[in-house]
């Protein structure tokens, strides 16, 4: 992860509450290959497609961030 995703998801934030797949991961602070495997799987967090773009919604996020706090999610 780069300081820049980061920076850009905060940014993000305070504009649009989506985010994209880079972004999202920068501010679940995983990686976005780990992002796109638990999608794939199904365990990730709810997202929505606008067009061809998977978008996260922050409001999202933070409630599966809190529903996996302590979890190992990957399991």
Do not use: C
């Amino acid at each position: 992860m780069d300081d820049d995703d980061i920076q850009r998801a905060n940014r993000a934030r305070r504009g649009s509450p989506f985010l994209n797949t880079d972004q999202a991961a920068a501010y679940l602070k995983l990686s976005a290959r780990t992002l796109k495997r638990l999608k794939r799987a199904g365990k990730g967090p709810v997202f929505r497609r606008h067009s061809r773009f998977v978008q996260y919604h922050i409001d999202d996020l933070d409630s599966w961030s809190r529903e996996h706090a302590g979890k190992d999610f990957m399991a």
